[in-house]
């Protein structure tokens, strides 16, 4: 099915997104091309094989560093 509207807090406000459920998957939450476009999401890769993702909240122009 598909979950209209759904608020995620990165820690300091909500972002709303759409969301299609699953019966069945073998991860918790996937944040797909649509997300990663909405949000303007950039990665950084370190050596030691670290990783953050940067979203960009596009109705606040809020940032949100998170580690992966």
């Known amino acids: 099915g598909v979950l209209e509207n759904l608020r995620l807090n990165f820690g300091a406000d909500d972002v709303c997104v759409q969301v299609q459920i ?19 999401a950039t990665t950084d890769d370190f050596p030691d094989g670290l990783q953050n993702i940067t979203l960009r909240d596009p109705n606040t122009g809020k940032e949100y560093k998170l580690p992966t």
């Open 22 to 40: 699953l019966p069945r998957a073998n991860f918790d939450m996937l944040l797909g091309r649509p997300f990663h476009c909405l949000m303007s």
